[in-house]
């Protein structure tokens, strides 16, 4: 097994260990010329699932029983969700799961979401594109139907890669047969265009398959240099992975999993004692300097934001690991990367699986104060 490494991080010649002020609380730094700030953006959020931030500042937010929230750029959340998504199937881990915002959102106002439902079958999951004018939400399209559905393993991240396509993640909703199968949308990352046509380029003429062979996969985040795709991926009772995304590739659920993968392509890190690795992020910017160019994601069983550096040469290559925040603020679920640079992290304390405090779930704000 490859565990978690303890990582010490060099800034201006200096090893730093980094430590955090929490809700407004000052620590004592540890670092050389900085430490990290954690303070409560919104309190009292309902299971929360993925984080949005617009170019106007407004942040979006899921909410697995079917809202969809909006939190001002003064940091105000409305009272009154933006929608509420009637035939919502909050069931187990499915709902109101992944959320993503156009490229060109400050423009068309468009947003797409995903979420479970119940259909004649059975669960089932979907993907549908909305467009926001002046604080209303109308529907366009629904862009991708009949994922599988159930009350495990609905996958559920979406967001949009360099090239301007719409990637999601699906689960294999309890069916691992289904992962192997390229007929099916379930355990696959499928890679489709804003309207919800196939892109010609995909690996399989046709398909909406961009690889398959996963379990749970729940975060996506992209090198921008690079256009490397990172994802997270649910394990069985532990062996949780990160993997490097080809398109094409098979990921081997379930035929194996762990780190001997044999002729399928092989995770960068498998976590053997279950962390249930969420919403992932590439830290790209300057404002918090130790964790330039790391992947980040957020850990449910976990309870902490996982830290993962990249060798800048070599996009398979782990240079160290951390575990940031640990048991500090319950269940993760996303973490995105704010405009200055700053960082937001969703709990999910109320999803059944929490021991939720008073003001949960919340949203956390992470910067970097020098001096």
């Known amino acids: 097994m490859r565990k978690p490494l303890r990582a010490l991080y060099l800034l201006a010649g200096f090893a730093v260990s980094v ?52 939190l001002r750029p003064d940091g105000g959340l409305q009272r009154e969700p933006l929608a509420q998504i009637d035939d919502v199937a909050a069931e187990g881990e499915g709902g109101l799961l992944g959320l993503a915002l ?34 209303r939400l109308s529907e366009d399209a629904v862009l991708l139907d009949g994922i599988p559905g159930e009350v495990i393993h609905d996958g559920g991240r979406i967001a949009f890669g360099p090239d301007g396509k719409l990637y999601v993640t699906t689960g294999d909703a309890a069916q691992p ?22 892109p010609a380029d995909n690996p399989f003429p046709g398909s909406a398959v961009y690889s398959f062979g996963h379990r749970n996969p729940q975060g996506l985040a992209w090198n921008p240099e690079t256009e490397d795709l990172y994802a997270t991926e ?3 009772s532990g062996n949780d992975e990160l993997n490097l995304i080809e398109p ?53 069983v976990g309870t902490h934001l996982h830290r993962v550096g990249v060798d800048a040469g070599d996009p398979r290559g782990i240079t160290g690991q951390e575990q940031e925040f640990e048991d500090r603020f319950g269940r993760l679920r996303d973490v995105q990367v704010g405009p200055d640079g700053e960082l937001y992290l969703l709990t999910s304390n109320r999803d059944g699986r929490g021991s939720p405090t008073e003001d949960d779930d919340r949203l956390l704000r992470v910067s970097w104060r020098n001096g």
Not at 105 to 133: A, C, I, K, M, P
Not at 180 to 198: E, M, T, Y
Not at 259 to 274: D, I, K, R, T
């Open 248 to 300: 094409g590739a098979n990921y081997g659920w379930p035929v194996v999993e762990g780190e001997n993968h044999g002729q399928f392509a092989a995770p960068l890190a498998v976590y053997e004692s279950s962390i249930a690795p969420s919403g992932a992020a590439w830290y790209g910017e300057d404002a918090i300097p130790p964790w330039r160019d790391d992947v980040l994601f957020a850990t449910l």
């Open 234 to 236: 649910h394990g069985a």
């Open 102 to 135: 156009d490229p060109d959102f400050d423009r068309n106002g468009r947003l797409y979401l995903y979420y479970t439902y119940r259909g004649e079958s059975g669960l089932q999951n979907r993907v549908v594109r909305y467009t926001e004018r002046q604080g």
């Open 19 to 70: 430590v955090f002020t929490a809700c407004g609380d000052e620590s004592e730094p540890r670092a050389s010329d900085g430490r990290l700030r954690v303070e409560t953006v919104a309190t009292g959020l309902e299971a929360p699932w993925a984080l949005a931030i617009a170019p106007d500042g407004r942040m979006f937010v899921t909410e697995r029983p079917g809202h969809l929230r909006v």
């Open 177 to 198: 047969e289904l992962a192997q199968d390229r007929s099916s949308l379930g355990g696959k990352i499928l890679r489709i265009n804003p309207d919800g046509s196939v």
